[in-house]
């Protein structure tokens, strides 16, 4: 076993959380985790290879900042469904703007299977349970 100078046992290897942050705050730091993802994930567009700099450096605060945050919520709220939730929130939108910034493809197919996406965010959130 690991000792922890301060930290009770029973918290420290149990599934209770006690770090201070409610659910409501934890889900509302994992939705703008995803933002981030968001952003990373279409900045990563105007970097040209990471060859811009204004771009690039941008891009890399979006990212760590949208690690951090997920890191955070993570801290409260189970890991997969903070992980499957921060992944979604990040792939629905960057499809989503890159259909608006960049001319990308927007079929119906590809619609609906954006919405499959949306449903599932929203099914993993309803689904967490009491954490």
Excluded at 33 to 53: D, R
Excluded at 84 to 101: D, N
Aim: hydrophobic share 55%.
């Amino acid at each position: 076993m690991c000792d922890v100078p301060g930290q009770d046992k029973t918290t420290l290897f149990s599934n209770e959380r006690s770090v201070g942050m409610s659910n409501t705050v934890a889900w509302i730091i994992l939705a703008i985790a995803g933002l981030l993802e968001v952003g990373w994930a279409i900045g990563l567009k105007y970097t040209e290879g990471f060859t811009k700099l204004v771009p690039s450096v941008l891009t890399l605060v979006a990212l760590a900042g949208s690690m951090f945050l997920l890191a955070r919520a993570a801290t409260v709220l189970p890991i997969g469904t903070a992980y499957g939730v921060w992944v979604g929130i990040g792939a629905l939108g960057a499809a989503i703007l890159g259909i608006f910034l960049f001319n990308e493809a927007a079929t119906p197919a590809r619609l609906f299977f954006l919405a499959l996406l949306l449903i599932s965010i929203i099914g993993l959130k309803a689904t967490a349970g009491g954490h």
